[in-house]
């Protein structure tokens, strides 16, 4: 049973360019988390989807960032005009069912902005 | 809304010792996780421990919810637990601690 699938693992943008992050959660699951790890952090948590829907967004930067979870497909984390504060690890998790559950991580996507 | 605390920050073992990571957190809880960051990033699931007590393998967890705190037990320590210890709450979402960061050294 694969695991959480994250792509790329490691992304270079340059300032004012746009960031796409994929996350294809476990068989089986059908809720996504996506967080951020700045260095020297814990994860901080940024969005809760499920299939086509958006259940908790209270973590996204209200400007530039965005997240989908399309019926079919990998879920995306969208970074528009990319600016160094941006560069962080960003980790994917999914579980089987809604809040509280395991939740299971991918490897995470670790993005540098130049 | 809610704290999580870990102790200690950072803790460096000689390969073959025991160690206790600690949890605190503020609020009552459903879930709470405890995950390893190993030196190449990745994050291991290692227990889902709302409460009470589980084992696997050299590593132990129990939580007392009541109290609210978790605590991780790892013996005969190795290199290769070298990293970063999360624990993680669910406060709709899931909160993470700081972290302890450990170093075994051979």
């Known amino acids: 049973n694969a695991g959480v699938m994250q792509n790329p693992r490691h992304l270079v943008r340059r300032r004012g360019q746009e960031a796409r992050l994929r996350c294809s959660p476990m068989k089986g699951h059908s809720h996504v988390y996506w967080y951020r790890q700045l260095p020297e952090e814990g994860l901080k948590f940024m969005v809760y989807?499920?299939?086509?829907?958006?259940?908790?967004e209270s973590g996204m930067p209200k400007e530039r960032f965005s997240a989908e979870f399309p019926k079919e497909g990998p879920s995306i984390l969208r970074i528009q005009q990319v600016v160094r504060g941006d560069s962080a690890a960003y980790f994917c998790?999914?579980?089987?069912?809604?809040?509280?559950?395991?939740?299971?991580f991918g490897p995470g996507t670790r993005l540098t902005v130049t | 809304g809610i704290q999580v605390e870990q102790s200690p920050p950072d803790l460096i073992l000689q390969e073959g010792a025991n160690s206790t990571l600690r949890c605190n957190f503020s609020?009552?809880?459903?879930?709470l996780q405890w995950f390893h960051q190993n030196p190449w990033g990745q994050l291991i699931n290692l227990f889902y421990?709302?409460?009470g007590t589980k084992q696997n393998g050299r590593l132990s967890a129990t939580t007392v919810a009541t109290e609210r705190y978790s605590l991780l037990y790892i013996s005969s320590s190795q290199t290769t637990d070298s990293g970063v210890y999360f624990c993680a709450v669910d406060d709709t979402p899931l909160v993470f601690g700081k972290g302890t960061r450990l170093s075994v050294i051979a």
């Open positions: 609020d009552s809880v459903n879930n």
């Open positions: 421990i709302p409460s």
């Open positions: 989807l499920q299939k086509e829907n958006i259940i908790d």
């Open positions: 998790a999914s579980s089987y069912r809604d809040q509280p559950y395991e939740q299971y």
